[in-house]
């Protein structure tokens, strides 16, 4: 599971900071998550694939989070794209874009999906047969949601020796990795545990964007690998949490551990700050795993 930081600091784009936009890259998922200006051309600064991107997901429509999504969407259209696009996001971004396209005399030359969200509660948005993403509502200033994205449980693993000993073909080895015991030619059965090790262990990411410090997304997020949280403020500005419903590194840090979150990855900084290590420094009196995002920093669990 590999998460790249396109943009994470809150409000307007700089020439030294851009708006949020992150890439999670799972289960040979390309999920793009929010849009900010600019996310286009750090896509093509990190050297990721237009075409990999076949789903959007955009937490709310304040600009610094989907700003960005109509360019991308007709620069997919001038590179030709055939791939199917799905936009999941909330009620009125299908009008949002759809009016831009007509506006402008454009079009896509591939489909164009809006899944629509309204739901307070949280609810499965998508689903295959490796992952399933469902959301987070937050307690923003406008309609808002998270993402959780989790694994589902793979394959087990052959073990090569093993396979080598009881002379196995490879016609088995499918049966094997799904978990099934072999016959042999002689009728002994071969249990899977002999055959075979446990599958990895599915992995989960949270992106919990702007919101207040609200205890009732513990539950969703519940043991988490990786989360996510806006940490707009310092505690030394937690006087402006409740006129913006945003949140301080150290509220981030206590959802982190109520969850048992196993990393916290800190984001969406108010652009007053000359330093954000203060963010890290102030998390970490609560929880202990704290990594900083940064425009253009890459995670991988």
Do not use: W
Not at 6 to 22: E, F, K, V
Not at 54 to 79: E, V
Not at 103 to 131: C, M
Not at 218 to 245: N, R
């Amino acid at each position: 599971m590999k998460l790249q930081i396109l943009g994470c600091y809150a409000a307007t784009p700089r020439t030294i900071t851009n708006p949020t936009s992150q890439v999670l890259d799972i289960k040979n998922h390309m999920f793009l998550i929010d849009c900010g200006e600019g996310t286009q051309v750090q896509l093509r600064k990190h050297k990721i694939k237009f075409s990999r991107i076949n789903h959007i997901f955009i937490s709310h429509l304040h600009g610094d989070h989907f700003y960005g999504l109509i360019g991308l969407i007709s620069t997919f259209m001038l590179l030709n794209r055939e791939n199917d696009l799905h936009v999941y996001g909330p009620k009125g971004i299908k009008e949002i874009i759809l009016l831009q396209l007509r506006a402008s005399g454009s079009f896509t030359g591939y489909n164009l999906y809006f899944h629509e969200l309204e739901s307070k509660e949280s609810e499965v948005i998508f689903e295959d047969e490796t992952v399933i993403v469902k959301t987070i509502p937050l307690n923003h200033r406008v309609y808002t949601n998270g993402f959780l994205f989790q694994e589902k449980l793979g394959k087990r693993h052959l073990n090569i020796e093993a396979v080598a000993k009881y002379k196995i073909e490879k016609v088995y080895f499918d049966k094997i990795k799904s978990g099934g015991n072999v016959t042999l030619d002689s009728g002994e059965v071969i249990d899977n545990e002999l055959l075979s090790f446990p599958p990895d262990k599915p992995m989960s990411y949270a992106f919990c964007s702007d919101t207040m410090y609200d205890e009732s997304i513990v539950p969703i997020i519940k043991d988490v690998d990786v989360l996510y949280h806006e940490s707009t403020f310092l505690d030394s500005e937690m006087q402006y949490t409740e006129k913006t419903k945003h949140a301080t590194a150290k509220e981030a840090a206590q959802i982190a551990k109520l969850a048992n979150a196993k990393n916290l990855i800190l984001g969406h900084y108010s652009t007053r700050y000359g330093s954000i290590e203060p963010f890290k420094t102030e998390a970490q009196t609560i929880f202990e795993n704290v990594f900083l995002a940064d425009d253009g920093r890459e995670f991988e669990f």
